[in-house]
């Protein structure tokens, strides 16, 4: 570890578990001052998390005043706010004609109004110290869409068209505004949840290793330390000059029709 980060401040969305969690880990021991929001919070890493000073804080970030009181707290305990990585999110294996109301607002809520409300209320922060940078953790799903799964599609391309208003609209405030588009992501509660409702578990792994060429290559699904490390970018001074794009990490699977 470089403590490249040292005397920076980071919020970071679903931070208990798969991906958010591996963000949190990598930004902590980066010498970042992390603070983790999520609605359920993991018993599992309360140790390492006191080691690592990660302050966890219980927070439906779907609520704008429990968003608000999550950001008034991290700003009131670290003096402000550098980095922000909105993370969370769920899916929604449904075609439209049997998706409920509800259902929708779930998805649309966790997946993108979500990470609107937490930037809404810590932009201000970001703009007072001059400068910051936000991540949005997408999906291959954003950059085209799927056929099983069409609202969880939209909602990434929604979060997609966020990230490219809110890089152009903070440009002047030093912010910028970048997306990791992630595939199929091995130890976290999305795959996690869909192994656990398929007929074969094994069957359904071998299935999502091999619809992305690279990961069938390796034989494996994408790790979230893999996904982390592009966020540590994204938010380094190396990428200082970098807004408005979108980083996939799928193995090759938004590319096309891959060969056999």
């Not at 400068?131 to 997408?138: E, K, P, R, T, W």
């Not at 505004?177 to 595939?183: I, S, T």
């Amino acid at each position: 570890m470089t403590e490249s980060l040292k005397g920076r401040v980071a919020v970071v969305t679903g931070g208990s578990y798969g991906i958010g969690r591996a963000i949190a880990r990598l930004l902590a021991r980066e010498g970042a001052e992390v603070y983790v929001g999520d609605r359920q919070l993991a018993d599992e890493n309360r140790r390492e998390y006191a080691a690592l000073a990660i302050d966890q804080w219980l927070c439906d970030i779907c609520d704008g005043a429990q968003v608000k009181a999550w950001i008034d707290h991290v700003i009131a305990s670290a003096g402000g706010i550098d980095i922000l990585v909105n993370n969370a999110g769920i899916v929604l294996v449904k075609q439209i004609p049997e998706t409920s109301e509800a259902e929708w607002e779930a998805v649309m809520d966790t997946n993108f109004k979500a990470a609107f409300l937490v930037s809404k209320y810590a932009l201000p922060s970001m703009i007072g110290r001059g400068g910051g940078a936000i991540v949005n953790i997408a999906s291959n799903a954003g950059i085209l869409p799927r056929a099983h799964d069409p609202v969880y599609s939209t909602s990434k391309g929604a979060l997609l068209a966020l990230t490219r208003s809110l890089a152009l609209s903070h440009s002047r405030d030093r912010i910028r505004v970048n997306a990791v588009c992630p595939g199929p992501v091995a130890e976290t509660r999305i795959i996690e949840g869909q192994l656990a409702s398929a007929e074969d578990a094994l069957v359904a792994t071998r299935q999502l290793i091999e619809a992305s060429p690279l990961a069938k290559a390796y034989g494996r699904m994408i790790s979230p330390e893999e996904v982390a490390q592009a966020v540590l970018y994204f938010v380094s001074d190396q990428a200082r000059m970098v807004t408005g794009t979108s980083l996939a990490i799928d193995g090759g699977k938004s590319l096309g029709v891959p060969p056999h």
